[in-house]
């Protein structure tokens, strides 16, 4: 696995326009066609599964792609409208006068971003194999109106129920982080130490320092899945 570098000073920007991109257009397309919002870590970016006539959009750096039968086809990312137009009234039908909001993509931050996005599904998808049937695991799934990519571990009913995710930054956090928001309040204590929300989470500068990123990602979630369920 190929480690993870510093992130590139457009990154918040760069998020930001992302993230308008994935709501509004990229999972705006999968829900006209089957009322699921949902999108995947895909290679390079993150994009739908392939939904309807074998049909997928994604973002793979600085490109918003569709692929289809017929191939692959790819626009530069410039803004809302265009990526709207990219798509077509096939896929998209506007439900209300669309803003020409510009996205100021910058193609390294992008990239930055779809290496996160594989770093925190190869993770993700490791927690939840190694879970088992007992913690009902949900799919791993990047949810666009928080674009984070999360996985639900645990029994609702013996409230001990989280999720466990990889955010790509938000307004109170400039960098990538891990977390575990458990849906219930876990007893106080040094495991649940986030700052601005019940949970734990993992900063990113903690993980650039880790000799080994991925088990030090892995150890921080497993044990918190251990303390809630046991």
Known sequence: ???LGPAPPRLATTR???HQLAERVVSAARRQANGKIGLRYTRGGFGTPF???DLQVRVAGGELIVAD???EHSVAITSLSA???HLGAELLTPEEPFPDTQLPVDVAAAEFLGDWYGFG???LEELRAGAGEWAEPSRVQLWPEHFDLA???GAEAGGVRAAYGASPGDELHPEPYLYVAPWVAPPAGELWQASSFTGAELRFAELLEAA???ETALSFLRERLRALTG
């Open 212 to 214: 080994d990123q991925r």
């Open 83 to 85: 990526a709207r137009e």
């Open 121 to 123: 599904d190869s993770v």
């Open 16 to 18: 930001v326009a992302l």
């Open 1 to 3: 696995h190929r480690r």
């Open 69 to 71: 039968r017929q191939g």
């Open 51 to 53: 939904f309807g006539a």
């Open 151 to 153: 996985v639900e571990l």
